[in-house]
């Protein structure tokens, strides 16, 4: 008897529990009331040159979603309600962080548009004027002319901490004002598109319509714009992404006082140190950006960068995986001398080293040359080499180095991944002028070791490790 009664107290008192730890779930009612009238829908319109083209889907009467489908493709059969001689309107959000009109949304969002129309909640509609928009950073800043604006207050998205929770307020398929919440899922993410932006990820719901739109913290203030998502269905797969709204301020206010967005510019080409990379460099583990290339006339050049460094530390920020330093150099101002903290060899060295702008058009890789009859392949490490031509190597924007892969026979050329026509530079950290040079450095390489290894491949270098046979 005793017992039970024990066992009953426990099942009361966890009982209670319950709704005591639900209390401690954020409410998200108070960031939805406040700051929802200062999220604005934005569509935009222009001329076409031709008639919009293509019925509605024929939805059967009596079918669910029938009335929603009306709602937005007219009566059934008789395509989209638009203004004659428009195109359909594209949909997106923003938000007003000015009490004078201007609003941050995405530059994806009103690039194609003409006349760009922002709603407001309380029903007002008005012109927007585009001040700028850059697409590298996927910002634009539009200008209303109006009284009595809501705003909202930027936060930092420095402080923000992975596992904090986060609320995007935007229009969703044209829904306005939708409210979706959820946790902040990683940070300083880089997307295979874009080189110059750290996005914070969550698991938000986002959906199309919703970029441009704030990412809100618990305390009210904007800490990103929600922006893109990963999906493999065009709808939310749990995996939305949002620019850091540190870096929409700094481009918002360049493109507010100059009109263009100016970005720190190194000058090298780099690659992710790879756990077998890292080896062959004598790294305790895998860390920095690998350097494949310095470009000519570049601040990395001029600075004395050499093919092989390995950047750890910019102006003082550890460089964890390469895709981390595009934005880090892309943010440092114009004109700053910056140290730079580079494993060379088998030690660390500081490099000064100055910033100037990123040209506008980066020359692209050249393509490699194709194989002359004339060479004489000599078989080398499950490969056959061959020497270039002067010709060649000028097409390739190389001095005295490089000799071409021939043919791939076996390993351990092929286990590391070295392809027919690639063009090797180096081999253990010397250049290669010639197949003798080559047969020279794998003689002296340790067995059982890996080798760093520069390849053009395509005109574009690139670092591999190619681990050296047991004797």
């Given at each position: 008897m005793k017992m039970y009664r024990w066992f009953l107290l426990a099942t009361v008192l966890f009982?209670?529990?319950?709704?005591?730890?639900?209390?401690?779930?954020?409410?998200?009612?108070?960031?939805?009331?406040?700051?929802?009238?200062?999220?604005?829908?934005?569509?935009?319109?222009?001329?076409?040159?031709?008639p919009e083209s293509g019925p509605a889907p024929d939805i059967p009467e009596g079918m669910p979603f029938g009335d929603l489908f009306e709602r937005f493709f007219g009566e059934r059969g008789e395509g989209p309600r638009v203004p004659e001689g428009f195109d359909r309107r594209s949909m997106g959000s923003g938000f007003i962080y000015s009490e004078d009109g201007y609003i941050l949304t995405n530059h994806h969002v009103i690039e194609n548009g003409g006349e760009i129309v922002v709603r407001l909640s309380d029903r007002r509609v008005f012109t927007a004027e585009v001040i700028g928009s850059d697409p590298e950073s996927d910002v634009a800043v539009l200008k209303i002319d109006a009284e009595d604006l809501p705003t909202l207050r930027l936060g930092s998205s420095e402080s923000l901490k992975v596992g904090e929770w986060v609320l995007a307020i935007g229009s969703p398929f044209g829904f306005d004002h939708s409210v979706t919440a959820g946790i902040v899922s990683a940070k300083g993410r880089s997307l295979p598109s874009d080189n110059y932006v750290p996005f914070i990820q969550t698991d938000v719901a986002i959906n199309p319509g919703n970029s441009g739109g704030p990412l809100f913290n618990l305390d009210g203030e904007?800490?990103?714009?929600?922006?893109?998502?990963?999906?493999?269905?065009?709808g939310f797969m749990g995996l939305s992404f949002a620019i850091p709204i540190d870096m929409a301020v700094e481009v918002a206010e360049q493109i507010r006082e100059t009109g263009t967005v100016t970005r720190g510019w190194l000058g090298v080409l780099i690659q992710e140190v790879t756990r077998e990379l890292a080896d062959s460099f004598g790294m305790e583990r895998p860390a920095g950006a690998l350097v494949a290339q310095v470009q000519p006339n570049s601040p990395a050049q001029q600075a004395g960068f050499r093919t092989g460094d390995v950047i750890l530390r910019f102006n003082g920020i550890d460089v964890s995986r390469s895709s981390a330093l595009p934005p880090i150099v892309g943010r440092t101002p114009v004109g700053a001398e910056v140290e730079v903290d580079v494993l060379r060899g088998d030690r660390e060295i500081v490099i000064e080293v100055t910033i100037e702008p990123l040209p506008e058009d980066v020359a692209s890789g050249r393509g490699a040359p194709q194989p002359t009859p004339e060479a004489r392949p000599q078989s080398l490490l499950g490969m056959q080499i061959e020497p270039l031509t002067a010709e060649e190597r000028d097409a390739l924007g190389l001095e005295d180095e490089g000799v071409r892969v021939a043919e791939v026979t076996g390993n351990p050329a092929r286990a590391a991944?070295?392809?027919?026509?690639?063009?090797i530079v180096q081999f253990g950290g010397e250049p290669v002028s010639s197949p003798q040079a080559f047969r020279e450095g794998v003689e002296a390489a340790s067995a059982g070791r890996s080798v760093p290894v520069l390849l053009h491949r395509e005109g574009t270098p690139v670092f591999i490790a190619l681990r050296m046979p047991e004797q």
């Open positions: 009982a209670l529990s319950v709704p005591a730890s639900a209390r401690h779930l954020p409410d998200f009612v108070p960031l939805a009331e406040q700051y929802s009238p200062a999220v604005v829908n934005i569509s935009s319109s222009r001329e076409r040159a031709t904007v800490v990103g714009i929600n922006s893109q998502i990963y999906s493999r269905t065009g991944g070295i392809r027919s026509g690639d063009v």
